[in-house]
């Protein structure tokens, strides 16, 4: 089945594919409430077609409006602000009582083979991100990456090309969309230049076992860098408080009927955190049954000695276990729960990077990898 978002991309290419000219309405910013997520987008060409929703509905009218106008006078692109508080509240104000912020720009013919590349990793549903420029006389520049290439350029210069990919390539691993600030030259650190990061890809997975006061302090931070995460128990009365649910689903199961059909990838993560004997093995084995690129499992060394006593029991074998971090997380000096989630975060993120979690002042060669996508997109075999 066609999704919108396919139906409108198709439409779009296909106006781009004819000649014609095509401003867009970009969701940049949200405050409050809103009936779409940012990202959200709607297109309006020169003959009045109309493609796309960012509200699903409150505003698509002044934003056609001022996208028609900049058409037919050349116009700058503008980031304009609607909301309650707006002076067009009467005719264009939010009903949920929300203000969003909409960046109207026509898609000019040099940043359309980006766009286009875009829309059709919308139309094959394909994990990409298309970047776009806010500020200074390039804003409305188009910046394509997806896991093979780069197309376009956001026309400041190499250095922000450079860290605006970068950046792109990272939140594509962590499937969110995100607006950042650049130095007015393109450094990393810096404002001046904004950029939006359109991000089309599914967030990681993070399946966590056991209800207990570790998972909900990772949780959230997970869930800051973009995880999906779920916390499973068997033991429903174990899941019933508040702090489980704040930040992660919840699911009542044993562990192979909770992983039963999900599939995880290298992106995604599980973590043993039941500390309790009936539950880790089974955990442990339905989670060597995925394709998780971290599997790791909480616990002393004695601990993680007997567990693996215990899995070569049931027929676990030794090359299986080298793929469980155990005892997970760096060696940070951990001694609270806040700390030991911090600990097993970095490792998370460390493993993923291809990194050892050494300190910088130690390390030699660049901070970032040069080719972030590519060396996450493959987790190698934890070396015991």
Not at 52 to 77: F, K, N, Q, R
Request: hydrophobic share 40%; proline share 5%.
């Amino acid at each position: 089945m066609t999704r919108p978002v396919q139906h409108t991309a198709s439409a779009v290419a296909g106006w781009l594919r004819d000649g014609r000219r095509v401003a867009a309405g970009l969701l940049v910013e949200v405050e409050g409430s809103s009936p779409l997520d940012v990202g959200a987008s709607m297109y309006i060409d020169d003959q009045g077609g109309i493609e796309g929703s960012i509200t699903g509905g409150c505003v698509e009218g002044a934003v056609a409006a001022a996208a028609m106008e900049m058409l037919e006078s050349g116009g700058a692109p503008q980031l304009v602000t609607y909301g309650i508080s707006d002076e067009l509240a009467g005719t264009v104000g939010l009903m949920c009582g929300g203000i969003v912020h909409i960046f109207i720009h026509e898609l000019r013919p040099e940043h359309q083979d980006a766009v286009l590349a875009d829309l059709q990793a919308t139309i094959d549903h394909t994990p990409a991100g298309l970047v776009t420029l806010l500020d200074g006389e390039d804003a409305g520049a188009k910046l394509f990456v997806d896991g093979e290439r780069t197309i376009g350029s956001l026309g400041v210069g190499e250095l922000l090309d450079k860290n605006a990919t970068r950046e792109a390539q990272g939140l594509l691993q962590e499937g969110r969309s995100s607006l950042r600030d650049f130095g007015e030259d393109g450094a990393s650190l810096g404002s001046g230049l904004r950029v939006y990061n359109s991000i089309q890809a599914e967030p990681p997975r993070m399946v966590v076992f056991g209800a207990i006061d570790f998972s909900s302090a990772l949780a959230p931070l997970a869930k800051g860098l973009g995880y999906r995460v779920t916390i499973a128990d068997p033991r429903s009365a174990f899941l019933k408080s508040r702090r489980f649910s704040a930040a992660a689903e919840t699911e009542v199961g044993w562990p192979d009927a909770v992983l039963d059909g999900v599939e995880l990838g290298p992106r995604d993560a599980v973590l043993i955190f039941t500390h309790d004997p009936k539950l880790d093995v089974p955990a442990v084995q339905a989670a060597l049954g995925t394709g998780a690129g971290y599997i790791g499992a909480l616990g002393s060394r004695n601990t993680t000695a007997d567990r693996n006593r215990r899995l070569r029991d049931v027929g676990v074998t030794d090359d299986e276990i080298d793929r469980i971090f155990a005892p997970c997380g760096l060696d940070i000096g951990a001694s609270t729960v806040e700390e030991t989630a911090v600990a097993v975060l970095a490792e998370i993120i460390a493993h993923r990077a291809g990194r050892h979690g050494m300190p910088l002042r130690e390390a030699r060669g660049p901070i970032r990898h040069a080719d972030v996508n590519n060396e996450r997109e493959e987790w190698p075999t934890p070396s015991r």
